[in-house]
């Protein structure tokens, strides 16, 4: 019972630090009674399967932990209007079961190697598979530990030289000393070694905030612009009215929000992710001859010295004797098509600018490694909301260029703007502002929307970017370089947001490095791995 006991407290402790409802102090320490739990069963308890128990333990906590802070998952429908199962059973239990192998080998490599090597273990195996959990297919890097201080910016201000792996970096080293404290403490009683170990962890606790706090109250990074920027939000519902109503009526519509509310001067018009066409897409071999496309022009002909950005849903034909892309499905027996999420930004007299979608929602936008899967799964995926085949990809990141100003937008799609390194690509490729497109309404009023929104946060203190987010049902945002919301939308209005966005041109140190943690992380793995395999074969000799 004790043991279950402190499995609970992890999993409450882990639940109770997440954004936006949380409170991530808790965070420091809610892996110790973890630890607790199976160092207890490992060295004094005497069930005879002890690896077993200490696996379906910690799965029992981060079951919790998955169900108390992404259970919003539910609200996503199936085609007939009922709640999804599949979409919150299958990303809860199959993430649960990914951390608790990760902890699983911790508890196998500190029985073989012993304590001290295994924390350092588990540091190294759980910064590895963030890493691991940002790049696969099957990706869900939501619960990465360095998102939960995403609501307290002024503390992670340190996050533009190391990102928010960093941040989990630190979560991660201040649980296992306290936890090592803890140990020190139960084995000598020696107040001494209490009292140093524990003023260590206070400091490494309260430098990096202490830092951030300084960097804060010392930001004057001099923009090199400023573009004025009108984010629209239609609030469309994503699952009957962006299919039922007529395309042309939900652009009019669009537009006609965008008209009422131009007041001054407006540099960039923004609207969410697949705003337009509502059903279908457009074909991008007939962006000229685009009905749809060619209004906004119009539109934009009143405005002028403005661009308008928006997300669409495109596609592009192949014929049979074409090179296609895997992406690419048979429609009939001499036409392929390939679909996308897509940015454009479009300007009169200007070729329209395209990025295609890089990172894509698993089960709703792509089939995880389809070729082995899909004869498994066979049309499982559906009940995801998804479809059998996945939709096509931009291999880099892009930014669109403004031919009446400075504005070089970083078009951020939705789903890319958790994952940190793979953001820092469209500074690289010149981004002076990020420009988030996002339809996060499809879960309703729940954690899901508010917690997008705040690891965008995060984005804008990794690389000093400000942010400008339009979402189909909210939150719209105005957020500066220093992860601060200046300005936002209610969840569920039809309105516009406009802001004053200031443009940088410095690169962070994180925006050149990347996750350079993880990557020392990922060599500490390997380095202990073949320590262990060195070990087990000197002994193997000397028993010879």
């Known amino acids: 019972m004790k043991y279950v006991l402190l499995t609970l407290i992890s999993a409450m402790l882990l639940s109770v630090s997440w954004p936006t409802y949380g409170v991530p102090f808790f965070i420091f320490f809610a892996l110790v009674p ?53 979409a919150v059973v299958f990303p809860v239990l199959v993430n649960s079961f990914l951390y608790s192998l990760v902890f699983q080998c911790y508890h196998w490599y500190k029985n073989a190697q012993g304590t001290y090597w ?60 306290i936890f090592y404290t803890l140990r020190t403490w139960e084995a000598g009683r020696k107040r001494k070694d209490l009292i140093r170990n524990s003023s260590i962890v206070a400091a490494l606790i309260v430098l990096p905030m202490i830092i951030s706090l300084v960097k804060y109250n010392n930001f004057n990074e001099k923009p090199s612009g400023q573009v004025n920027v009108l984010m629209l939000q239609p609030d469309l519902d994503p699952y009957a009215e962006k299919y039922s109503k007529d395309s042309l009526v939900i652009e009019n519509d669009l537009l006609t929000l965008a008209e009422n509310n131009s007041k001054g001067r407006i540099d960039y018009y ?43 849903s495109s596609h592009r034909f192949y014929k049979n004797q074409e090179k296609m892309p895997k992406e690419a499905y048979q429609i009939n027996p001499d036409l392929w098509v390939e679909s996308y999420n897509t940015a454009v930004q479009i300007a009169p007299q200007q070729d329209i600018q395209v990025y295609h979608k890089g990172k894509l929602v698993p089960g709703v936008e792509i089939f995880p490694y389809m070729t082995f899967l899909k004869p498994l799964l066979g049309d499982a995926m559906l009940n995801l ?42 500074v690289k490729k010149g981004a002076n502002f990020m420009g988030i497109v996002t339809n996060d309404s499809w879960w309703g009023v729940t954690q899901g929307h508010k917690q997008l929104l705040s690891y965008a946060k995060l984005r804008a203190i990794e690389n000093r970017r400000e942010i400008a987010r339009a979402a189909n049902s909210g939150i719209s945002a105005h957020i500066n370089a220093k992860g601060e919301v200046v300005a936002d939308t209610f969840y569920g209005d039809q309105t516009t947001l406009f802001a004053k966005v200031n443009l940088y041109e410095t690169m962070t140190f994180y925006t050149r490095a990347g996750d350079l943690l993880s990557r020392f992380s990922i060599f500490s793995l390997g380095f202990l791995l073949f320590y262990f395999l060195i070990e087990k074969f000197r002994k193997r000799v000397k028993k010879a």
């Open 34 to 86: 973890l630890l607790m739990m199976e160092h207890g069963i490992s060295k004094f308890s005497s069930y005879k399967r002890k690896s077993w128990m200490v696996f379906g333990l910690s799965y029992l906590c981060f079951v919790i932990w998955n169900i108390v802070t992404t259970g919003w998952l539910y609200g996503a429908k199936n085609p007939d209007g009922s709640h999804s199962m599949m």
């Open 118 to 177: 295994g924390l350092a273990f588990l540091i190294a195996i759980w910064m590895s598979f963030e890493k691991f959990h940002l790049n696969w297919e099957l990706t869900w890097p939501w619960l990465n530990l360095g998102n939960v201080f995403s609501d307290y910016p002024k503390l992670i201000q340190w996050y533009d030289t190391l990102g928010a792996t960093g941040g989990s970096f630190w979560i991660l080293l201040i649980n296992v000393l």
């Open 270 to 312: 923004i609207a969410p992710e697949t705003a337009l066409p509502g059903r279908g897409s457009i074909s991008e071999t007939a962006f000229d001859k685009s009905l749809i496309l060619n209004n906004i022009k119009g539109f934009l002909s009143k405005h002028p010295g403005a661009v308008f950005a928006t997300g669409i």
């Open 385 to 426: 909301g998804g479809t059998v085949a996945s939709l096509g990809i931009d291999k880099e990141r892009k930014s669109f260029s403004n031919p009446y100003n400075k504005g070089r937008m970083a078009p951020i799609i939705c789903y890319e703007s958790i994952y940190g390194e793979f953001t820092t690509d469209y």
